[in-house]
Every structure is written in C-alpha cells, then in structure tokens.
C-alpha cells in the first residue's frame, strides 16, 4: 500500500509540473530560448489579474482588448463555454478595459499564456505578454489544454499594438 501511495504521490507531481510548464536547470545548461520583442519600454501602466487558467473554450488564439460590456459578455461566453456558475467581472468600461489572451488549444499540459505589462506610446496602448512552450524533452500531461490570461487594465483608447514573446522551455 505504501508503493501505491508513492506512486500517487509521483503521478501527482508529475502532472503540476507538466501543467505548470518547466522550470530551467539551475546550473544553466538549459536555459529557455526566448523568441520575441521582449517587454516594451514604453510607460507602464497598472494592472489586476481576473484569470489565468489552463483550460478555455477559446478554439483559436486571441489577443484582445474589450472596452464594452457585450464584447464582454460574448468573449466570457466563450471562456467558459457557456457554462453557468462563474460571474462576468463587474468593469467600468468608462475607467478600465479588460485584455484577454488565449493560446487556442494544444495537445498537452506545459503551455502557458502569461499577461506581462500595458504601456502607453505616442498615445496608443501596447500590450506586452509572453507565450511558454515545452520543449521535445519536457514531460507534459497528455489531454488537451488552452491557455487564458485575463487581467484589467487603465482604459486607453486607439490600436493597441500587442508584442508577443515565445519561451521553448528546454527540460
């Protein structure tokens, strides 16, 4: 009984640790190759995270700012796939806008979608994040993930621009 509780036990830390990505090797071999603009310089802006999730209803990558109550109504909609139970965040869209990122689906646990930072240049809003991917030797869970980061920001208005970065997390 003792072998079947270890055993568990493993499984168990298996699992968070695939779903939760890799971490680097302290002795820095395997450092993570980064792809990207990296954050922006512009100013930063404050924000409050609302959700961040591994699992979603969003069928493709999205990376959105919603600055009205119908935008989002329908992108929580999606989020939960219709299902009752959890609120849509009370926003001032008048003060606040909500900037949603979703990686779409993947295989297998170890993706990450990550809100970084919202700045303000020449007067139009950039939003930088950062997407982390499991490299070839990263033991990942095997069901189907995908990835939500929603946080609420300052309004600005005008095109935001949105920077991406992609880390292949090498284990």
Same mark, same amino acid.
């Given at each position: 009984? /003792?072998?079947?509780?270890?055993?568990?036990?493993?499984?168990?830390? $298996?699992?968070?640790?695939?779903?939760?990505?890799?971490? @680097?090797?302290?002795?820095?071999?395997?450092? &993570?190759?980064?792809?990207?603009?990296?954050?922006?310089?512009?100013?930063?802006?404050?924000?409050?995270? *609302?959700? /961040?999730?591994?699992?979603?209803?969003? /069928?493709v990558p999205v990376d959105v700012v919603i600055r009205d109550? @119908? @935008?989002?109504?329908?992108?929580?909609?999606?989020?939960?796939?219709?299902?009752?139970?959890?609120? #849509? &965040?009370? $926003?001032?869209?008048?003060?606040?806008?909500? $900037?949603?990122?979703?990686?779409? &689906?993947?295989?297998?646990?170890?993706?990450? #979608?990550?809100?970084?930072? #919202?700045? *303000?240049? @020449?007067g139009l809003p950039i939003v930088s994040y950062t997407v982390?991917? &499991?490299?070839?030797?990263?033991?990942? $869970?095997?069901?189907?993930?995908?990835?939500?980061?929603?946080?609420?920001?300052?309004?600005?208005?005008?095109?935001?621009?949105?920077?991406?970065?992609?880390?292949?997390?090498?284990?």
């Amino acid at each position: 009984m /003792s072998s079947f509780r270890t055993l568990s036990a493993l499984a168990a830390l $298996v699992a968070v640790a695939s779903v939760h990505g890799c971490s @680097a090797a302290a002795d820095g071999f395997n450092l &993570p190759l980064v792809i990207g603009t990296g954050l922006s310089s512009s100013t930063q802006l404050p924000f409050t995270r *609302v959700l /961040s999730t591994v699992t979603s209803g969003f /069928s493709v990558p999205v990376d959105v700012v919603i600055r009205d109550q @119908a @935008a989002l109504d329908a992108a929580w909609h999606t989020l939960f796939l219709g299902v009752a139970g959890s609120p #849509i &965040p009370t $926003v001032d869209f008048t003060q606040k806008m909500v $900037v949603l990122l979703a990686l779409g &689906p993947r295989e297998t646990g170890g993706y990450a #979608i990550h809100f970084d930072s #919202i700045g *303000v240049q @020449a007067g139009l809003p950039i939003v930088s994040y950062t997407v982390n991917t &499991p490299g070839l030797n990263c033991v990942s $869970v095997q069901f189907l993930t995908s990835p939500v980061d929603v946080v609420l920001v300052p309004r600005v208005d005008g095109q935001t621009r949105f920077d991406a970065r992609t880390i292949l997390q090498e284990c």
